[in-house]
């Protein structure tokens, strides 16, 4: 069993939603991304997805494209992301960690190489934005053998057929994007949301996380009435990309710890 499925068991337990948190691995600097994925866990944050920096980034909106840049600028590549992982799981054994990207970076160093040096690292899964769950099984099969999940995005404009072929490969969760868009772009209709996982479920059997426009305390709150777990990604960079990096950690501590707060409430 992955760490994610772990995670998602225990709170449904707790009858609490998960909180997921997207971060560019080497943004706003190289030595503040472990620093930051230990504040975000000590916010309240279940689940870390630390983003793979990649030149053409084609899912990601501004403020997620210009992290990529500057972690680029500061040659941050997938050996880099690893050992950010290694550092990390120094002090937190059990926090899952999902790397979010791009093909490229994977198979540059060879599926086989990144699935054997990803587990080693300590990483629980990926989410790999231009690989279609039908050109997918081998890599998913080899994930899921060491304890690792693959892990898709589904859209509004998602059919039928396509949500059943997510639901036969993947694993760990499900992220439902609920823009018609790139992240950090325009206002979630929840309504529409909810009309959406509704259908989802009939197909998909595990736990759903919805990203994509979730900006404050209050949209998350709501999104987490209707779903399984809130992620949060632009929201969190367009603070680093405005806060002085001496800053920056606090800046995201004290974010997340509101939002952690509002989640929460749903279930009391």
């Given amino acids: 069993m992955s760490r994610i499925q772990q995670t998602f068991d225990a709170l449904k337990a707790k009858k609490k939603k998960a909180l997921i948190t997207f971060i560019t691995a080497g943004d706003p600097a190289p030595e503040l991304t472990v620093p930051l994925m230990h504040a975000m866990v000590d916010s309240g944050v279940d689940i870390l997805e ?137 206002h979630i209709d929840t309504t529409e949301v909810s009309e959406r996982i509704a259908a989802i479920r009939q197909h998909v059997k595990l736990p759903i996380g919805v990203g994509f426009g979730i900006r404050d305390a209050a949209t998350a709150k709501t999104v987490a009435s209707v779903s399984d777990a809130v992620v949060i990604g632009s929201r969190i960079i367009q603070a680093l990309e405005d806060t002085p990096k001496d800053k920056a950690v606090d800046a995201v501590r004290e974010f997340l710890t509101g939002i952690r707060k509002a989640i929460d409430e749903v279930a009391a």
């Fill in 50 to 186: 630390l983003g793979v920096p990649f030149s053409d980034p084609m899912a990601e909106g501004p403020v997620i494209q210009r992290a990529n840049e500057r972690a680029l600028k500061f040659n941050v590549g997938m050996r880099d992301v690893l050992e950010y992982v290694r550092v990390f799981r120094r002090d937190d054994p059990n926090t899952p960690v999902v790397l979010m990207g791009y093909a490229n970076p994977i198979e540059r160093l060879g599926i086989d190489r990144f699935v054997s040096e990803a587990k080693a690292a300590g990483v629980d899964g990926a989410i790999v934005v231009d690989y279609p769950p039908e050109e997918a099984q081998e890599f998913a099969d080899k994930l899921r053998a060491q304890d690792m999940d693959l892990i898709f995005l589904l859209a509004p404009t998602s059919t039928e057929a396509r949500i059943k072929q997510v639901a036969q490969i993947s694993s760990g969760f499900s992220y439902y994007v609920s823009l018609r868009g790139v992240t950090g772009a325009g």
